[in-house]
């Protein structure tokens, strides 16, 4: 087709560009195609050295800018390799537990719904019974908190945290491996959050003062948003690891994943990335998608805070639905199993074709 035709060809020259440097390093770029685990290890220990980096010298356009532009394929991802590649959407209990409850929290619904969605999961998916009850006794303990405050203002300033660490764990739990080169990665993200939080590494003065307009409330904005009532040093302190911790969690969902889900132990070409992406999830909503990007990017040229707010809104469900995927893998009481078979090589484990 024409249209499949225009929209692939500079994925092509991508492809072109990318097979050249792969030859430019030799002996390393044949390693790089073979190996998964090393693929996995030098592209994750790169992301959170560029978070790291990004996350010192322009924390605040990255989290203004960030989630216009990587927002939205993160979320994809997510739905692609939580739901849909497991098959979850099969399940009609699931569905009706589950589905509908993150779909009405995607509306603006929030946390109740989010909590629904977890109860549902301990009801709908199959499991041991004690762990289910254990879910269950937890996520209503968390629920009555609400009689408290009236309000779950503080869990949800809570999981807005959390979530970016919660997508690196669902990695790091994703499937078996066969050596520890994914422990790099990890490591260095410890490290870096470590370093952060203690205030140890500090973001350079000139970086808060580069920012959208006006600066100064830019920064007391986003300060008090994720650091509400704390002092000014820790308030930054927060700021700057969460900017760090959701670059990394982007980078999870758009890289470290799909690349241990390949169907083969080489990578694939940009061109068969999509259309495998369109094959998972079909082209509606993929054009669904590109629609609410382009959307939010132009909305940013207008009224940049208003679009981030809305990108917010829209993907409040989806740290709700990494949370339901935990109890799903808590309830079933052993790790996810890979969709492929794998098989013991040289490179490490690797699916079945």
């Given at each position: 087709?024409?249209?499949?035709?225009?929209?692939?060809?500079?994925?092509?020259?991508?492809?072109?560009?990318?097979?050249?440097?792969?030859?430019?390093?030799?002996?390393?770029?044949?390693?790089?195609?073979?190996?998964?685990?090393?693929?996995?290890?030098?592209?994750?220990?790169?992301?959170?050295?560029?978070?790291?980096?990004?996350?010192?010298?322009?924390?605040?356009?990255?989290?203004?800018?960030?989630?216009?532009?990587?927002?939205?394929?993160?979320?994809?991802?997510?739905?692609?390799?939580l739901?849909?590649?497991?098959?979850?959407?099969?399940?009609?209990?699931?569905?009706?537990?589950?589905?509908?409850?993150?779909?009405?929290c995607?509306l603006?619904?929030g946390?109740?719904?989010?909590?629904?969605?977890?109860?549902?999961?301990?009801?709908?998916?199959?499991?041991?019974?004690?762990?289910?009850?254990?879910?269950?006794?937890?996520?209503?303990?968390?629920?009555?908190?609400?009689?408290?405050?009236?309000?779950?203002?503080?869990?949800?300033?809570?999981?807005?945290?959390?979530?970016?660490?919660?997508?690196?764990?669902?990695?790091?739990?994703?499937?078996?491996?066969?050596?520890?080169?994914?422990?790099?990665?990890?490591?260095?993200?410890?490290?870096?959050?470590?370093?952060?939080?203690?205030?140890?590494?500090?973001?350079?003065?000139?970086?808060?003062?580069?920012?959208?307009a006006?600066?100064?409330?830019?920064?007391?904005f986003?300060?008090?948003?994720?650091?509400?009532g704390?002092?000014?040093?820790?308030?930054?302190?927060?700021?700057?690891?969460?900017?760090?911790?959701?670059?990394?969690?982007?980078?999870?969902?758009?890289?470290?994943?799909?690349?241990?889900?390949?169907?083969?132990?080489?990578?694939r070409?940009?061109?068969?990335?999509?259309?495998?992406?369109?094959?998972?999830l079909?082209?509606?909503?993929?054009?669904?998608a590109?629609?609410?990007?382009?959307?939010?990017?132009?909305?940013?040229?207008?009224?940049?805070?208003?679009?981030?707010?809305?990108?917010f809104r829209?993907?409040?469900?989806?740290?709700?639905?990494?949370?339901?995927?935990?109890?799903?893998?808590?309830?079933?009481?052993?790790?996810?199993?890979?969709?492929?078979?794998?098989?013991?090589?040289?490179?490490?484990?690797?699916?079945?074709?």
């Amino acid at each position: 087709m024409v249209g499949d035709d225009l929209l692939l060809f500079p994925l092509g020259l991508l492809d072109g560009l990318r097979g050249r440097l792969l030859r430019l390093l030799g002996g390393i770029g044949v390693r790089l195609c073979r190996s998964p685990e090393l693929r996995v290890a030098v592209r994750g220990s790169l992301a959170v050295l560029v978070a790291l980096l990004g996350a010192l010298c322009l924390p605040l356009w990255i989290l203004v800018l960030g989630p216009l532009v990587l927002g939205v394929p993160h979320l994809l991802s997510d739905v692609r390799y939580l739901v849909v590649r497991p098959g979850h959407q099969r399940s009609l209990r699931l569905v009706i537990w589950v589905g509908l409850p993150l779909v009405v929290c995607g509306l603006g619904a929030g946390m109740p719904a989010g909590l629904v969605a977890l109860f549902g999961v301990m009801i709908a998916a199959p499991g041991q019974t004690w762990r289910k009850v254990v879910g269950a006794l937890l996520v209503l303990a968390l629920a009555a908190t609400w009689f408290v405050e009236h309000s779950f203002y503080v869990h949800e300033l809570l999981l807005a945290h959390l979530h970016n660490p919660i997508g690196v764990l669902l990695w790091f739990l994703w499937r078996p491996r066969h050596g520890r080169l994914h422990l790099w990665p990890l490591g260095l993200y410890l490290l870096c959050g470590a370093l952060l939080l203690a205030g140890w590494l500090s973001p350079w003065a000139l970086s808060l003062r580069l920012g959208p307009a006006p600066v100064a409330d830019a920064l007391d904005f986003l300060r008090e948003s994720l650091a509400p009532g704390l002092s000014e040093s820790v308030g930054l302190r927060l700021l700057v690891l969460f900017c760090f911790a959701q670059m990394v969690h982007y980078s999870v969902w758009l890289q470290l994943v799909p690349e241990e889900d390949r169907d083969r132990p080489t990578p694939r070409t940009f061109r068969q990335s999509l259309l495998a992406l369109r094959a998972d999830l079909s082209g509606p909503l993929l054009l669904l998608a590109a629609m609410v990007l382009c959307g939010l990017w132009v909305w940013s040229f207008v009224a940049v805070w208003d679009a981030r707010i809305a990108y917010f809104r829209l993907a409040g469900f989806h740290g709700y639905l990494e949370l339901c995927v935990l109890g799903l893998w808590f309830v079933a009481g052993q790790p996810p199993r890979p969709l492929r078979p794998l098989v013991r090589s040289r490179y490490g484990l690797v699916p079945t074709r």
